[in-house]
């Protein structure tokens, strides 16, 4: 209980479950410790070594993450030959900025226009583009989402704040397979000779999954 | 399996909990020492991820649908454990040595080397002799089948006509993979279906759903 107690300063609690803290509290301690005994085992078995965990964990936390999906994204939305070379061979043009390896062996990358909306799933577990947006969010990889992402994409998008006219087609991607999609989302008017670094500050993860758009320029500034 | 995975279509599980942008990468530090035990495990190279996938889906359903997600991957990562001999029960719970463990020949991963194995990670592309059988635009349907194995072609497709839109060439084969049966490369694609196809008149008729399908889950429509 100690350790899971220690390790949550992070100010991550989740601010509906407090009603429920005690529940909640009693019932995480009892994984805690799961996980606890289980690391011990492992390290004590000589399978596994603490500071390696540790790398893995630095790594996650504050290395990969939706930035770098950031980075392609304003690449090319600025560069029509870097999106060219994404529509050709997405791994080959993502690895090119560095973005490389597990869960993103097999990119391919979704181009929202005005006519087509693009949004990302995997109803059988929780597939997603490590190198380019980091580890999934709980909502990609919670039940919900899982379930009606695929059925019902356009109620799933209105959650989310996403009102698509009937027009736009919208297309569903669920991951089966070792293929990873990246959404590129439409770039916003009014970021006209914005750079690269300008513009990625548009791009959030939901935009990339297809559950969001890319941010509104004026409301950035303001 | 028609597992509790296999959420595709499913109704009732409420509204989705998203909390807005940056959210934190772990919610509980148990996570990410579950998260770490469990690639660093995959690293020893004494499983594969299609038999990871397969032992998370073979929790008891209810079991399944009640854990988070990465209580899910804990269960998952002791199933592998014991079935590879690598642990014994009592050890589990009481978190400490009881029998010699086995010798994998080789030392756990070092933290220096943990760069490259992420960079390197594990492509399922394979070369393969066969010719693909579906061509780029071809009509194709997905095969009724209800395996006990592991598979990924989803309960809601199944039985539902599409079209080829993308060939991937070879890739691993997850339903033998899952089973220590072999790798048995088969031609990928991605195969597009028109919602209304899938999930009846109330949908869009401009709305499509795609999924990525082995060959031997598709026959010429």
């Not at chain 1, 992070?10 to 289980?38: K, Q, W, Y």
């Not at chain 2, 008891?60 to 014991?82: C, D, F, H, N």
Request: glycine fraction near 8%.
């Amino acid at each position: 209980m100690g350790h899971d107690h220690h390790d949550h300063g992070t100010g991550h609690h989740h601010h509906d479950h407090d009603h429920d803290h005690d529940h909640e509290h009693s019932e995480l301690s009892e994984t805690a410790l799961r996980v606890r005994a289980l690391e011990s085992l492992l390290v004590e078995k000589g399978y596994v070594d603490p500071a390696a965990l540790d790398e893995l964990i630095e790594t996650y936390e504050t290395r990969v993450g939706p930035r770098n999906g950031a980075r392609v994204v304003a690449k090319a939305w600025a560069d029509p030959s870097y999106l060219d070379w994404l529509r050709q061979d997405a791994t080959a043009a993502i690895a090119d900025l560095g973005f490389i390896g597990r869960q993103g062996e097999h990119m391919v990358a979704l181009e929202n226009t005005p006519d087509t909306h693009n949004m990302v799933v995997c109803t059988l577990c929780s597939c997603y583009p490590w190198p380019v947006l980091g580890l999934p969010p709980v909502w990609y990889k919670s039940p919900p989402y899982r379930s009606r992402a695929v059925a019902n994409p356009r109620g799933v998008l209105e959650e989310f704040g996403v009102y698509l006219p009937e027009t736009v087609s919208v297309r569903v991607w669920d991951s089966t397979a070792e293929v990873r999609y990246l959404v590129i989302p439409q770039r916003p008017a009014g970021t006209d000779g914005w750079s690269e670094e300008q513009l990625s500050t548009l791009v959030t993860r939901n935009s990339m999954i297809g559950t969001g758009l890319a941010l509104d320029p004026a409301r950035v500034k303001s | 399996m028609n597992g509790p995975q296999d959420l595709g279509g499913q109704h009732g599980f409420g509204p989705i909990e998203h909390d807005g942008e940056p959210e934190p990468v772990f919610h509980h530090g148990w996570e990410k020492r579950a998260f770490a035990m469990t690639l660093a495990m995959g690293f020893l190279g004494q499983w594969n991820i299609d038999k990871s996938r397969h032992a998370r889906e073979s929790l008891p359903p209810a079991k399944y649908l009640a854990s988070s997600y990465y209580q899910v991957w804990t269960e998952g990562l002791i199933r592998l454990m014991l079935d590879a001999g690598l642990v014994v029960p009592g050890e589990v719970h009481i978190g400490h040595k009881e029998v010699t463990p086995r010798d994998l020949h080789r030392e756990p991963v070092r933290a220096h080397e943990v760069a490259a194995i992420l960079s390197k990670g594990g492509p399922a592309c394979r070369e393969i002799a066969d010719a693909p059988k579906f061509a780029i635009g071809e009509r194709v349907t997905a095969i009724r089948m209800n395996p006990v194995h592991h598979t990924r072609l989803p309960r809601y497709l199944r039985g539902c006509p599409g079209e080829i839109v993308l060939h991937h060439g070879g890739h691993v084969f997850p339903d033998t993979n899952a089973h220590g049966k072999g790798e048995n490369p088969q031609h990928l694609y991605t195969v597009r279906f028109a919602a209304r196809d899938v999930w009846g008149e109330l949908a869009n008729p401009r709305d499509f759903v795609h999924a990525d399908l082995w060959e031997s889950y598709l026959a010429a429509a």
